[in-house]
Nanobody
Framework: QVQLVESGGGLVQPGGSLRLSCAAS????????LAWFRQAPGKDRAFVAL????????SYADTVKGRFTIAKDNAKNVVYLQMNSLKPEDTAVYYC????????????????WGQGTQVTVSS
């Protein structure tokens, strides 16, 4: 089992920045990929960014490419999502997820999820 706990969400003005954290515990060595997804009200959960545990592969949704950066601190077992130049359309609950085998952009293929953290971009 892997436990994931997100933090760092909040209210920010358009153009601002936030850094989300996802602390992983448990059998983290079994996780092949770590990812961030987001879900806005009335919409499906959508892929934001992922990296493989070895950090060999990183991938971003087109909507966040160039503005968001995913990174991992191996010593702390924490995955970060640095979000810059935030837009109102980035408003959503952001979830951290872990996958045991391979990597995917599809939420249903992930094995473990955090509880989510709210990000609101508004003036």
């Amino acid at each position: 089992q892997v436990q994931l706990v997100e933090s760092g969400g909040g209210l920010v003005q358009p153009g601002g920045s936030l850094r989300l954290s996802c602390a992983a515990s448990g059998r983290t060595g079994s996780s092949y990929a770590l990812a961030w997804f987001r879900q806005a009200p009335g919409k499906d959960r959508a892929f934001v960014a992922l990296l493989t545990y070895s950090v060999i592969t990183k991938s971003y949704a087109d909507t966040v490419k160039g503005r968001f950066t995913i990174a991992k601190d191996n010593a702390k077992n924490v995955v970060y999502l640095q979000m810059n130049s935030l837009k109102p359309e980035d408003t959503a609950v952001y979830y951290c997820a872990a996958k045991n085998r391979g990597y995917s952009l599809t939420p249903a293929e992930y094995d473990y999820w955090g509880q989510g953290t709210q990000v609101t971009v508004s003036s």
